[in-house]
């Protein structure tokens, strides 16, 4: 091997290499970005419509079913989703994940644009926002205090706001609990009934009376001044002198029939920490910004931020994500030390050799360094993905260095020189170092490819690995050479040191265990019955995993626990704002002494909803419980999950739902069940029966549907005839209807570099029976009664509309308790659907959410598994020049699968996203054993030794470094799959299925293998 020959003739030069690479990984390990999620682009656009005082219904019609229809012919569109609720319309876009999701915005935008006309005059333009998972809310302050909530608005708005982004890294700071400050003229309803006028009188005179126009240039020998025509007010007192009527000489001014005053526009959300009046400030960070340095940045700023608040104000860190994600990180890399300790100790026991020890102490670590480097290079970050990848390595990368240090101490103890054993040594184990690292890769490939929202995470995850094995071949041809060649000295004659005797023991105990390896495998060749005995008892153990694997069932990934809770509210629709306080301060009361509770920020009228969304409505609430972090407390998620759902069982009039968040961020449930058809009646019956169906299963909570009892609504229908004897447009009522209610911006009030929307309404009063009483203008001092122009019906509007793909939709959702898998609780809610639904024709129903994620991610995992064991094979044929030899060597797939299988059930894991991944990385891992040995046998038939006793022979001398192999790559991901710190639930299932897998293949391989190659080959073959 050149790289070796180079390696040991010119060691100054390779180890300027060497270390030139050190470096750079060190240096790239400084600046690598630490985050949750690896970096993608996903899918996402979110379309929000404004329209304010429209009912769910309306927006249904005049704004959703219009934006459906234009973006449905944007290509690569996969879902469009409408949620039509009270004021507003959110349209969630899925693209394939080919689309250029900037490209396709564009195209959304330009789709909208030629619609907007056809909009109803006061729905405001749409907003178009490209889903980001690392453009996350990282950081969750509270800024409370002792003034009036519409000045701890004002200034968390404009202030505090504008310091907190222009931190570096920062994107944005979310405002909840509070509204913009605006100018309200609050119209007296007699007084303008009495002068005839209505508010739309006042709305026209503000248009056409308050406003600032540009008017152009002129010159005044050799003078240029620029000329605009200024109708602004400085002073909003002055705005009540403005003339509203001039009547035979008799004025009507502002003042005279109204007040102007400094308002907020009307309260839609409140917000509190531990039950105090509170803004709830949440800061989101860029999308290539280094999380975990925006939340320290954002928090060094706290003291400045602190240090200019105005007295009586108090800003409250609540939680951050970076505390979370660096913890993440540090345990994991423990759990990488960890693995190299474990890893080494094994080494030194095979071993007792200290300088051979210090050869695989330097080059593992340093395997991990360099990549670190390659990693920075292909934009990788440090995340849950790659993390994983590091942790998978430690066990999978120490393989290539142990055939290496293996080969080369083998031949320095018969020769005693060192540089002639690395050289001689490294090239003797080139064609099964190739081979393992060949079937390492090729398996990779596929992961790579995968076109699914789970292959976008396990993209990086697998280029990490990719680099990690090609570093660490690297380095097995390198440096593992160069060191031996250095630091290998041979023992002194007559030594009685320790540690050779211990070597001599330990080897003379070892050397009898191949001995007795040995005769079992002969036995086996002479005794057919015991060897098909053996056979029997491994495939009735592939059975019974295979029966096993039947009951794991599938699920996405695990959720960890990140000392949050989310506890969702939602009360009967006809709650105001006022009532729903009320409510939820009970709900706070019930929580205070809730073990490990730090804080409380509850948000009221907005909510997290599913990926790129938000519910609103007065009726909502939301409780973010943050707990003490998980290595600081005793009590596990599960059980404080436990806690607050029993503090819950005897809340009445809500439907309560406790969520872990999801580490992409907002509120999801784990079952998102849609029934689709066209009648909203239907479709709500279907989701209420199927909700009793399933109400019964065990492991299934938090049940719920989309379906609501209607919010009161009243209906002003115009009597037109009466219009039209009047003369009155029945638009012009309308208007009018919204001015007295509503409000509406009749122009800008500038000061002090401000803009304040100018809002024009009648006087506030309560009770539903004024509508009929209002008074509209007639002949001057002779106002019309609403009543007799318009009939006002009492009924019920509809809080949420949902529309999947243009049809209608109704959704049940459900969470699932910790023994029961997503993809087991789906096939039995199928099944009981299909059996018992009862369903009318043109009505079906689809799962979505997370269960269409994990099926997607799970056929492409089936597609990457097919193709590579397909590789691995046309590898090992390339490498071994034989097609017989892969197929043989293809038996330890199944023996790994024993282990995993077992390995899941035993440690109560199911499939998850990142164990079956680990299963097809595991294709061209768990054959790195049977290639040593078949490697070592075709070495036996070359030197013209009888096949029988190669394949005998080649197991034996090989028996060493597959144990040691084994033992260590067992040991080096025993952290990785029992490690306890936080974040390990995500690796841990991984872990384990390595583990197993690993386990396994290794010990059976070494009994199965002689003996298939005995029963399949011919003895006239053999005895050649």
């Not at 996903?42 to 234009?70: C, F, M, S, W």
């Not at 909803?609 to 938000?614: E, I, K, L, P, R």
């Amino acid at each position: 091997m050149f790289l070796s020959e180079a390696s040991v003739k010119r060691p100054i030069a390779m180890s300027a290499c060497i270390i030139m690479l050190t470096l750079l990984g060190l240096n790239s390990a400084r600046k690598l970005g630490l985050e949750l999620m690896p970096k993608i682009d996903v899918p996402y656009i979110t379309v929000i419509t404004a329209y304010p005082g429209a009912t769910p219904e309306e927006i249904e019609t005049d704004i959703a079913k219009r934006i459906e229809d234009a973006v449905v012919t944007v290509d690569g569109l996969k879902h469009v989703t409408s949620s039509s609720m009270e004021n507003v319309c959110q349209t969630l876009l899925e693209f394939y994940l080919d689309v250029d999701v900037d490209i396709a915005a564009t195209d959304v935008r330009e789709k909208l644009d030629l619609i907007q006309a056809d909009f109803p005059e006061d729905v405001e333009d749409p907003i178009i926002q490209k889903f980001d998972i690392n453009a996350v809310p990282i950081v969750n302050l509270a800024l409370a205090g002792d003034l009036p909530i519409d000045e701890i608005y004002d200034y968390a708005d404009n202030t505090l706001r504008d310091r907190i982004t222009t931190i570096q890294g920062v994107a944005d700071v979310q405002l909840v609990g509070g509204a913009q400050r605006e100018v309200h003229i609050r119209l007296d309803r007699q007084k303008l009934a009495a002068r005839g006028l209505s508010s739309m009188d006042v709305v026209r005179t503000i248009q056409q009376g308050i406003r600032t126009i540009p008017s152009g240039n002129l010159r005044d020998g050799g003078t240029e001044y620029s000329v605009k025509f200024d109708a602004d007010y400085e002073d909003i007192e002055d705005i009540g002198e403005l003339e509203i009527a001039n009547i035979d000489g008799q004025r009507s001014r502002i003042k005279d029939i109204g007040t102007v005053v400094m308002a907020t526009e009307e309260m839609r959300q409140q917000a509190s920490i531990a039950g105090r009046p509170c803004v709830a400030i949440r800061v989101v960070k860029k999308s290539d910004a280094n999380a975990v340095q925006v939340v320290h940045a954002v928090r060094a700023a706290m003291t400045d931020l602190e240090r200019f608040l105005p007295g009586g104000l108090e800003l409250v860190w609540v939680a951050d994500d970076g505390g979370f994600i660096e913890a993440l990180n540090n345990s994991a890399w423990i759990n990488v030390i960890q693995g190299i300790l474990l890893t080494s100790l094994v080494l030194f026991l095979f071993l007792y050799n200290i300088r051979s020890l210090l050869v695989v102490g330097i080059t593992m670590p340093l395997t991990i360094i360099i990549g670190l480097f390659f990693m920075d290079l292909s934009n990788l970050t440090l995340n849950v993905s790659s993390m994983i990848a590091i942790g998978l390595s430690v066990g999978i990368l120490v393989t290539n260095s142990i055939v290496v240090l293996e080969a080369i101490i083998k031949r320095f103890s018969r020769t005693g020189n060192a540089r002639d054993a690395a050289r001689l040594g490294t090239s003797e184990a080139t064609v099964a170092v190739l081979a393992s690292v060949g079937t390492n890769v090729v398996v990779l490939f596929p992961l790579v490819m995968m076109h699914s929202m789970i292959g976008l995470f396990i993209k990086a995850l697998a280029i990490t690995m990719l680099i990690m094995t090609a570093v660490s071949l690297f380095v097995s041809f390198t440096l593992t050479p160069l060191l031996c060649s250095i630091l290998l000295v041979p023992p002194k004659k007559n030594s009685r040191s320790l540690l050779l005797r211990m070597e001599r023991g330990w080897n003379l105990g070892f050397n009898g265990l191949i001995r007795w390896y040995r005769a079992l495998l002969e036995f086996n060749e002479r005794h057919r019955l015991a060897a098909v005995v053996v056979l029997l008892i491994v495939a009735g153990l592939f059975l019974l995993s295979l029966s096993v694997a039947g009951r794991l069932g599938t699920s996405m990934v695990t959720d960890s626990d990140q000392g949050k809770l989310f506890v969702k509210l939602e009360f009967p629709t006809e709650y105001d704002l006022a009532k729903t306080t009320q409510r939820v301060k009970e709900a706070e009361s019930r929580l205070r002494d809730v073990p490990e509770l730090k804080h409380t920020l509850t948000t009221i009228g907005k909510v997290e909803g599913t990926v790129g969304q938000t519910s609103e409505g007065v009726h909502l609430a939301q409780l973010l419980l943050k707990f003490s972090e998980r290595d600081e407390r005793n009590l596990t998620m599960e059980s404080i999950i436990s806690e607050v759902r029993s503090r819950f069982a005897d809340y009445p009039g809500a439907i309560t739902t406790v969520n872990i968040p999801p580490i992409i961020g907002g509120q999801s449930s784990d079952v998102e069940l849609e029934i689709i058809g066209e009648e909203y009646d239907t479709l709500d019956g279907l989701a209420l029966k199927v909700g009793d169906l399933v109400a019964p299963f065990e492991g299934v909570r938090d049940i719920d549907t989309t379906v609501r009892t209607g919010k009161p609504e009243l209906r002003i229908l115009p009597r037109r005839e009466v219009l039209s004897d009047r003369k009155i447009p029945a638009i012009e009522v309308g208007m009018n209807l919204r001015a007295n209610l509503e409000g509406v911006t009749a122009g800008t009030f500038k000061k002090d570099a401000r803009n304040y929307d100018i809002v024009v309404k009648l006087q506030e009063e309560t009770g539903k029976d004024q509508v009929d009483a209002f008074l509209l203008p007639g002949e001057p001092g002779r106002p019309v009664l609403l009543n007799t122009l318009a009939s006002v019906e009492e009924g019920r509007s509809p809080v949420l509309l949902t529309r999947k793909d243009k049809r209608r939709v109704s959704k049940l959702y459900a969470n699932l308790g910790p023994g029961l898998p997503l993809g087991t609780a789906v096939d039995r809610i199928s099944e009981t659907i299909d059996a018992e639904g009862d369903f009318p024709p043109q009505y079906d129903y689809q799962f979505g959410g997370r269960y269409e994620v994990m099926a997607e991610g799970l056929e492409g995992l089936a597609e990457a598994g097919i193709i590579s064991i397909v590789l691995v094979v046309l590898m090992l044929a390339a490498i071994l020049e034989s097609f017989k030899q892969p197929a043989l060597i293809l038996v330890t797939l199944p023996l790994a699968l024993i282990g995993t299988f077992l390995g899941l059930f035993w440690t109560g894991n199911s499939l998850g996203i990142f164990e079956i991944m680990s299963i097809v990385m595991m294709i061209g891992i768990v054959v790195n054993n049977a290639i040593l040995i078949v490697d070592q046998f075709n070495v036996h038939v070359r030197e013209g030794v009888p096949r029988h006793k190669a394949m005998i022979e080649a197991a034996c001398e090989r028996f060493r470094p597959v144990v040691m192999i084994t033992i260590a790559a067992v040991l080096g991901m025993l952290p990785l799959a029992f490690g306890r710190g936080i974040g390990a639930e995500m690796r841990n299932g991984a872990g384990i299925t390595m583990l197993g897998g690993i386990l396994s293949s290794g010990v059976l391989t070494l009994l199965v293998l002689p003996i298939l190659y005995d029963f399949f080959t011919s003895k006239k073959s053999k005895s050649r």
